[in-house]
C-alpha cells in the first residue's frame, strides 16, 4: 500500500509544482489556477488518508506513523482550503465583488469604494459606500 500512495503523492507533488502561475492582471486565471491547486490539494489529503487507514490498520506499526500520517492529512486540507478561498477571492475580484479578505492583502474593498464591514471577514449588509 505504501508504494501505491507513494507514487500518487509524487504524481500531485508534480502536478502542484507544474501548476504554472497565470498571467499578471487576469483574476479569472488566478481563479482558475487557485482552483487547480484547491483540487490537488485535496487529492494530496485523500492519498495521506489511504496511508493513514493502512498503518491503523497494521497492528505492528508504531502509533507515531499514524500520526505523522494524520498530520499530513490536515496539512494538505488546510492547504486545500486556502485555495478554495484564494479561488473565490479572485473570482469576487473578477466580478467585481467585495472580495472575503481571506487572503489578507488581495482585499479589493477600497477598489470597490466600501469600507470595512462591522464584523472583518464577512460581507454582507454591513458594508457600506465610503463618501
Do not use: C, K
Request: proline share 8%; charged share 20%; glycine share 6%.
Amino acid at each position: 500500500m505504501a508504494l501505491l500512495v507513494e507514487a500518487g503523492l509524487r504524481r500531485v507533488a508534480a502536478a502542484i509544482r507544474d501548476t504554472a502561475p497565470p498571467p499578471p492582471g487576469d483574476p479569472l486565471a488566478h481563479a482558475a489556477r487557485a482552483r487547480r491547486l484547491a483540487e490537488l490539494h485535496s487529492r494530496r489529503a485523500r492519498w495521506w488518508a489511504v496511508l493513514e487507514r493502512s498503518i491503523v490498520g497494521d497492528h505492528a506499526m508504531p502509533l507515531i506513523h499514524a500520526q505523522a500520517a494524520y498530520a499530513a492529512v490536515t496539512a494538505a486540507e488546510r492547504e486545500a482550503r486556502f485555495w478554495s478561498d484564494t479561488a473565490a477571492d479572485w473570482q469576487a475580484r473578477a466580478e467585481q465583488r467585495p472580495t472575503s479578505e481571506v487572503a489578507g492583502a488581495m482585499s479589493n474593498w477600497a477598489d470597490l469604494g466600501l469600507i470595512e464591514p462591522v464584523a472583518p471577514g464577512l460581507p454582507g449588509a454591513s458594508a457600506v459606500v465610503a463618501r
